[in-house]
């Protein structure tokens, strides 16, 4: 078994409790999930038994600080993709950066750059720009 599959699952379950936040999931956004669970390699049938057991699903982040600002873009990609950002969205989005043990500014400098940008799609570059700025002195 792939030694990340637990931390993959975890970020699969994030991006289905995102999802559901206003109450359904548009076929845009279980489009991208699946994209993204295709890319991370996790089967359709792992992907069900996810969306299945939401609550149940432990939270484990990545170590590695690339894969937290992947992980995180995601996020964000996934919050505008329908081009309605609620407040539920951004205070999840949020909460979650904070888990993901990102700094606070940096998740709001993120969120607000989204939420600027016509289509809410953050691209990864300024995703990068930004948690250099934050952590370069880290």
């Known amino acids: 078994m792939d030694e990340y599959y637990e931390e993959k699952i975890s970020h699969l379950n994030d991006l289905i409790k995102l999802s559901r936040i206003d109450g359904s999931e548009n076929l ?16 359709r049938d792992d992907l069900k038994i996810i969306k299945v057991k939401t609550e149940n699903v432990e939270f484990i982040p990545s170590e590695d600080m690339y894969q937290v600002m992947m992980q995180y873009h995601r996020l964000i990609v996934l919050m505008g993709i329908d081009r309605i950002i609620a407040q539920e969205e951004k205070e999840f989005c949020l909460k979650l950066g904070l888990k993901m043990n990102l700094k606070k500014e940096a998740l709001h400098e993120i969120i607000d750059k989204a939420i600027d940008i016509p289509r809410h799609i953050i691209s990864v570059e300024d995703i990068e720009k930004i948690y250099y700025r934050h952590y370069k002195n880290v």
């Open 28 to 43: 845009t956004e279980i489009n991208f999930i699946n994209s993204v669970a295709d890319r991370l390699g996790i089967s």
